[in-house]
C-alpha cells in the first residue's frame, strides 16, 4: 500500500493496484471490480495506440480549440502589486471549462471499447456540458446525473446540457450536490455496465480513473510550460489552480512536477468557514478515508460518514480530493490552502472588471490565491493561473448574492 | 467449525434452503433493532445480516437509502452497532454478519474493530466496496481473530476472481443474482442460476443469492440450485411500513414465516 510511483517511459503510473503512496485503489463493489480492470486495460491499450492519439489530438485541435493560449494579467498584477500573473485560459476552449479535454478523451475510449451509453455526473454542469457535448459529436447515448441544488444554481447549464441531446437526471438525496450525483451514476453504472461507460469528470474515483483523467488533462500543463517559456523566458516561480476533484490543477502541476523549483498550489474552498458542513476545504479539516471508489483525504465525522460541505461555487464542492493530491501533498511536492467565498466572489468580480474576463467561480479561487502570493513574490517573479473556466455559468448566482439574496459568502477569518 | 459453517452444515445434511434475512442496524432505533434481530431469529432466520448504516451508501438502492438515513439519524454508529450485537448476542442462536461499507470500519481502524466484533460475538464480516483486492489486510486479521470474511460475486465476476474469493472467503460466498443495487424484484433473474454454477464449480463453500429476493417462491427456486437466499430490501420494507407500530416485531415475524413457506401471508 505504500510503495512509489513507478516512472516507466517517461510516464508516473501508480502502482498496478492504483496507489499513489497510501492513497488510491480500486474500493468499488464487486460488479463493478473486472469491468473497472477491463477499463484500466483498454487504457493503457488506447495511450499506447498512436491512431487513437492522433484521433484524440485532432479533436482536441480542430473541435475544441487548443492550444489554448497563456496571456500575462497585466491589469490585474498591477492590481496586485507584485510577480507578473500568467493565466492559462483554459476558459477559452469549446464548452467553455478544461472538462472538455477529458470528457473527448473518455468518450473516444468508450467508443473503442463500445460501449453506446455514457453515463456522467456533474457537479457545476461544466463537465455534464462538456459530457453531452462529446456524445452529440460521437453519437452516444447520455444520461447526466446533477445534484437538484446544483441545478438550481447552475440552471444554464441544464439547459446546454438538454440542447446537446443529453438527458439530465434529477438527484434529490443526500445533500443534492455533487457527491450524491456521483453515487446516483455509479448506482446507475453498477445496473447497466456491460453497454455503458461512465465517464468520470475529475482525478477522483478508483482506479484507472485518477491515471486516465489526469493524462487527458496533462495537456494543460504540457502546453503551458512551453508557452510560459517562450513568453516570458523561463519557468514561472509558483503555479495556482482550484482543487474541487483537482483534475485542472493535476493537468497544470503534472508538465512541471520534476521542475523543483517551481511552486505548486493547489486552492480549495473555505466556504463559510473552516467548521464542519461550511467549507471544501479537505486538506484543512479532513483525514484519510474511502469515498467513491478511492482512499484519500476525506470530510468525515469520528464514525467515519461523510460530513456536509459548502462552497458558492458547485465545483469544488465535494468532500474528497483526488488521491494524487493526497500524495503531492504528504510528500511535499504540492500546497493546499483554501479561499473563502467571500475572496472568490471579490476576485470574480476583479478579473471581469481589470482584464474583460468572467472566471468561473471554481477558477476564481486560484485567482484571489494568487494576487495574495503575487505581492508575498514581489516584481521580479512570475506566477501561473489555471483559468480553468469561464463564468458565464455563474453570473445568476452571482447576482443573487450581490443584490443580497440569501446565500450569504462567509469570509476568511 | 464456525457458526457460519456448522450453520450451512446442518442445511444441507436437513435439505432445507437457508434463509439470510438483512436489516439496516438503528431503523428506527437500535433499541428497536434488538427486538427485530430477537425476531429474526425466533422466527428462523438461519443467518443474521446487520448493515451498518453509512452516509453515502452507493451500492443500495432507494428502501437501504432510505433506511440507512433514518438509522443515521437516530444516531447510529459502527461502535453502536456492535453494542447491539453484543447485547443481543447470548439471546440468538443463529450466526451474525456486519454487513458494512468499508469507511466506517476504516475510520474506527481494523484492529479496533476487529477487537470489539470479537467480543460482541461477531461471526462474519461483508464489506459491498472491499472487493478481493483491497481486503487483504482486514481478511487476515479477521482470520487470526475466527471471523470469516465474506465476498460477494456478481454475474460480471471472473473466473479468475470467483477462484481468489473462494480461496480467501470463509463462511459463504455471497452471489449477487444481478447487476445492480440492492432492491427487491418480482423475479430471480436468469444470470443468477448461471453465476452459482460458474462458483459451484471453483469452490465447495456454501453459496447465498441475494438481490432482489422477495417472495417464498424466489427462495424455493434458489433452494434449487444454492443454499440459502438472503432477503434484505423488502425486509427493510416491511420495517418501515411498519417501524412507528406497536406489532412490528410481529409484522417482521410473519413476514419471516411467510418467506420460509410456514404460514400464508
Given at each position: 500500500m505504500t510503495q512509489q510511483i513507478v516512472t516507466t517511459c517517461g510516464r508516473r503510473d501508480p502502482d498496478e493496484?492504483?496507489?499513489y503512496g497510501a492513497f488510491g485503489g480500486r474500493y468499488v463493489p464487486e460488479t463493478l471490480a473486472a469491468p473497472i480492470e477491463e477499463l484500466a486495460a483498454a487504457y493503457l491499450a488506447a495511450r499506447d495506440d498512436g491512431m487513437f492519439r492522433q484521433t484524440l489530438d485532432d479533436l482536441l485541435h480542430h473541435y475544441a480549440g487548443r492550444p489554448t493560449p497563456v496571456y500575462e494579467a497585466r491589469r490585474l498584477s498591477g492590481a496586485a502589486g507584485g510577480a507578473r500573473i500568467f493565466l492559462k485560459r483554459e476558459d477559452l476552449t469549446h464548452t467553455g471549462a478544461h472538462k472538455i479535454n477529458n470528457a473527448l478523451g473518455q468518450a473516444l475510449l468508450a467508443r473503442r471499447m463500445g460501449k453506446r451509453r455514457i453515463v456522467a455526473e456533474t457537479g457545476a454542469g461544466q463537465h455534464g456540458v462538456a459530457t453531452a457535448t462529446a456524445c452529440a459529436l460521437l453519437g452516444l447515448s447520455c444520461d447526466v446525473y446533477m445534484g437538484a441544488e446544483d441545478m438550481e444554481r447552475q440552471a444554464l447549464n441544464v439547459f446546454r446540457m438538454e440542447l446537446l441531446g443529453a438527458t439530465v437526471r434529477r438527484v434529490d438525496g443526500g445533500s443534492r450536490t455533487l457527491k450524491d450525483a456521483i453515487n446516483e451514476a455509479m448506482r446507475d453504472w453498477v445496473a447497466t455496465v456491460r453497454d455503458t461507460h461512465y465517464l468520470l469528470g475529475s482525478v477522483l474515483g478508483p482506479h484507472p480513473y485518477p491515471l486516465m483523467v489526469r493524462e487527458f488533462q496533462s495537456i494543460i500543463g504540457r502546453e503551458a510550460r512551453q508557452q510560459i517559456i517562450a513568453q516570458a523566458g523561463r519557468l514561472p516561480d509558483a503555479i495556482v489552480a482550484c482543487v474541487g476533484g483537482g483534475s485542472n490543477a493535476i493537468g497544470i502541476f503534472d508538465a512541471f512536477l520534476?521542475?523543483?523549483d517551481v511552486r505548486l498550489i493547489g486552492v480549495e474552498a473555505g466556504g463559510e468557514a473552516i467548521v464542519s458542513g461550511r467549507h471544501a476545504a479537505r486538506f484543512a479539516g479532513g483525514s484519510p478515508g474511502v469515498l467513491q471508489g478511492t482512499r484519500t483525504y476525506v470530510l468525515q465525522d469520528a464514525a467515519g460518514n461523510i460530513e456536509a460541505t459548502h462552497s458558492i461555487s458547485a465545483g469544488l464542492d465535494y468532500a474528497a480530493v483526488g488521491p494524487e493530491h493526497a500524495w503531492l501533498r504528504d510528500t511535499g511536492r504540492a500546497e493546499y490552502t483554501w479561499i473563502s467565498d467571500r475572496d472568490a466572489l471579490e476576485a470574480f468580480q476583479q478579473l471581469s472588471k481589470l482584464e474583460g474576463i468572467l472566471p468561473a467561480l471554481e477558477s476564481a479561487h486560484a485567482v484571489a490565491y494568487a494576487t495574495r502570493v503575487a505581492r508575498e513574490l514581489g516584481r521580479d517573479k512570475i506566477m501561473l493561473v489555471n483559468l480553468s473556466g469561464r463564468g458565464d455559468k455563474d453570473v445568476q448566482s452571482v447576482a443573487k448574492v450581490l443584490s443580497g439574496g440569501n446565500e450569504g459568502p462567509g469570509t476568511r477569518e | 467449525m464456525s457458526r457460519l459453517a456448522s450453520t450451512f452444515d446442518a442445511l444441507r445434511r436437513q435439505h432445507r434452503t437457508g434463509l439470510v434475512t438483512y436489516v439496516t442496524a438503528g431503523d428506527p432505533s437500535l433499541r428497536v433493532s434488538a427486538d427485530i434481530l430477537r425476531t429474526l431469529d425466533r422466527a428462523g432466520a438461519d443467518v443474521l445480516e446487520v448493515g451498518v448504516p453509512f452516509s453515502d451508501p452507493l451500492a443500495d438502492g432507494p428502501v437501504i437509502q432510505r433506511a440507512s438515513e433514518r438509522a443515521l439519524a437516530a444516531g447510529t454508529t459502527l461502535a453502536g452497532v456492535l453494542d447491539l450485537i453484543d447485547r443481543t448476542r447470548p439471546e440468538i442462536a443463529a450466526p451474525i454478519v456486519v454487513f458494512s461499507y468499508a469507511n466506517p470500519i476504516l475510520r474506527m481502524g481494523l484492529p479496533a474493530f476487529i477487537e470489539r466484533a470479537s467480543r460482541a460475538g461477531v461471526d462474519g464480516v461483508l464489506v459491498l466496496d472491499l472487493p478481493i483486492e483491497e481486503a487483504g489486510a482486514l481478511q487476515q486479521q479477521l482470520g487470526r481473530a475466527d471471523i470469516d470474511m465474506i465476498f460477494l460475486l456478481s454475474p460480471t465476476s471472473t473466473t479468475a476472481r470467483i477462484r481468489r474469493a473462494a480461496t480467501l472467503g470463509r463462511g459463504f460466498l455471497y452471489a449477487i443474482s444481478r447487476l445492480g443495487v440492492t432492491g427487491a424484484r418480482d423475479a430471480v433473474a436468469r444470470d443468477a442460476r448461471d453465476l452459482v454454477a460458474r462458483i459451484r464449480a471453483e469452490s465447495g463453500l456454501p453459496v447465498a443469492l441475494g438481490f432482489g429476493v422477495s417472495r417464498p417462491e424466489h427462495v424455493t427456486e434458489i433452494g434449487q440450485w444454492a443454499d440459502a437466499a438472503v432477503v434484505g430490501s423488502a425486509l427493510v420494507d416491511v420495517i418501515a411500513q411498519h417501524?412507528?407500530?406497536?406489532?412490528l416485531a410481529g409484522r417482521v415475524e410473519q413476514y419471516v414465516r411467510w418467506m420460509k413457506g410456514v404460514v400464508p401471508a
Open positions: 493496484r492504483g496507489y520534476e521542475d523543483r | 417501524r412507528e407500530a406497536a406489532d
